[in-house]
């Protein structure tokens, strides 16, 4: 499978504990892309990365979230002490290049906090 | 600003064409797409368009740009049980990166 890979599919936390949502992109894509989708929302931008670098931050909370994509393995999206308002479910897209190349998207991960 | 606007609901019966519409607000915006959702799972890139262009045709899809307007139109020809599903439309600016998504429109066919 040449697609984008994010795993795990479900993620339970209770408040307070850390989530850690993870990204393979396919292969070939240097550029990762996290959006979070709301319930009856569309997505929303949060972070844009190359291999160790973050492009575009623009979207992230200020506190508790953290992205990064190393030069190996996959894009690692950290929560920090949940809290109920986390629960969504969050995408990650990859593209070739940044410019004018469609982002492809894997097929999420469902956060819940109890 | 940005901003892209949906309608939220669109229902169709088999065999007809449905059309997704789609406005946007920034003018610099130079690429726009169409991503397919289904229940439960990521989004699926359908087609995008160039803002040079006027119209795109990929076999049932045809995506129409009225960059005056900022108006976007997916046309989808003999709409099938298999395309429903929540259809987002998107823009992005030159220098790529983020993607602004409208709400979803939820296509629903009906035999």
């Known amino acids: 499978n040449a697609g984008v890979m994010q795993n795990p599919r479900h993620l339970v936390r209770r408040r307070g504990q850390e989530a850690r949502l993870r990204c393979s992109p396919m292969?070939?894509?240097?550029?990762v892309y996290w959006y979070r989708q709301l319930p009856e929302e569309g997505l929303k931008f949060m972070v844009y990365?190359?291999?160790?670098?973050?492009?575009?931050e623009s979207g992230m909370p200020k506190e508790r979230f953290s992205a990064e994509f190393p030069k190996e393995g996959p894009s690692i999206l950290r929560i920090q002490q949940v809290v109920r308002g986390d629960s969504a479910a969050y995408f990650c897209a990859s593209s070739l290049t940044g410019s004018n190349q469609p982002q492809h998207f894997g097929d999420g991960t469902r956060l819940s906090i109890l | 600003g940005e901003d892209v606007e949906q309608s939220l609901f669109l229902s169709v019966r088999e065999g007809d064409s449905s059309v997704i519409n789609c406005t946007y607000t920034?003018?610099?915006?130079?690429?726009l797409y169409w991503y397919k959702q289904e229940p439960g799972a990521g989004l699926q890139l359908l087609t995008y368009?160039?803002?040079?262009?006027d119209m795109k045709q990929d076999q049932r899809l045809t995506v129409l740009l009225n960059k005056k307007d900022k108006h976007l139109s997916l046309r989808i020809a003999d709409t099938q049980t298999g395309d429903s599903a929540i259809y987002f439309c998107?823009?992005?600016?030159?220098?790529?990166?983020?993607?602004?998504f409208g709400q979803g429109t939820e296509l629903s066919v009906k035999p």
């Open positions: 292969k070939g894509h240097s550029h």
């Open positions: 990365l190359q291999k160790e670098n973050i492009i575009d």
């Open positions: 368009i160039f803002s040079n262009m």
């Open positions: 998107a823009e992005s600016k030159n220098q790529g990166g983020k993607l602004i």
């Open positions: 920034d003018s610099s915006s130079t690429y």
